[in-house]
């Protein structure tokens, strides 16, 4: 073997080895600025002691929580190969903050979170539900696992025009570098009365927003805060 092929198997070995470490770093900047932007405004609404952050892909806001002194969890479903941005960046990264800021991170199948009933006082689902296969399965669980009284915080895109949800679309695939997707978004209208059909939830807050980073691009979301009334 030539040294050529020497050096490019030891470089495969060290960037397999400390790929998480290399990816965080990588995406670190622009990463935990956009997450920054996003914690600022749900943690307004959150109650002190443990969060659950469902579907935390790169994980920087659970990262970010947890630097506020919150006891964090956070799991996502294992990623689709073709969800290449989740399996080559997000999850890898995921892993690593959950190393170096006191994240317990877990995996589930999309449908049963590996948690015991009311163990959580605040639960948060950010940009998730349009992604999922089952979002009514996603939001079910979450309420399970929420506690009586405890805030459930979701994140999502509102498009309301056809532009909009074109400008949308095109984030999705180029921010999460995604070729799968279920990609299904509603109307606030929609989220309201898909909340309402689960009962056992009161609607504390909504706020709308747009977070263009570019100029000419603009993301139109809602942030909807609930709260887990008595059955
Ligand atoms: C656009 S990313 C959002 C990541 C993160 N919440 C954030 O705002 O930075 C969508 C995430 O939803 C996750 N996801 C898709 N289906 C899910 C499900 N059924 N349950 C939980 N997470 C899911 C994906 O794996 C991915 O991490």
Request: hydrophobic letters at 45%; charged letters at 20%; glycine letters at 8%.
């Amino acid at each position: 073997m030539g040294p050529i092929a020497v050096a490019l198997l030891v470089a495969f070995f060290i960037g397999y080895i400390f790929w998480g470490e290399i990816v965080e770093l990588a995406i670190r900047k622009p990463a935990f600025g956009r997450a920054q932007f996003f914690t600022d405004k749900l943690i307004q609404h959150t109650l002190p002691g443990t969060v659950l952050d469902i579907g935390t892909g790169a994980g920087h806001i659970a990262a970010l929580l947890s630097r506020t002194g919150m006891t964090v969890s956070a799991v996502d479903v294992r990623a689709h190969v073709l969800y290449v941005g989740m399996w080559l960046i997000g999850a890898p990264c995921a892993r690593r903050l959950a190393q170096t800021d006191r994240i317990e991170l877990a995996t589930y199948d999309g449908e049963h979170l590996p948690y015991k009933s009311s163990r959580f006082d605040n639960v948060t689902i950010l940009f998730v539900l349009h992604h999922a296969a089952d979002e009514m399965a996603v939001l079910k669980e979450a309420l399970r696992v929420l506690r009586v009284g405890g805030r459930l915080i979701i994140l999502e895109d509102t498009p309301e025009d056809a532009r909009q949800r074109q400008t949308n679309a095109i984030s999705d695939a180029l921010l999460n570098a995604e070729v799968h997707s279920e990609g299904r978004n509603h109307s606030k209208e929609e989220w309201r009365a898909i909340f309402d059909s689960l009962g056992a939830v009161r609607l504390v807050n909504e706020a709308s927003f747009d977070s263009s980073m570019f100029r000419y691009l603009h993301f139109y979301h809602t942030m909807f805060v609930l709260q887990k009334v008595g059955e």
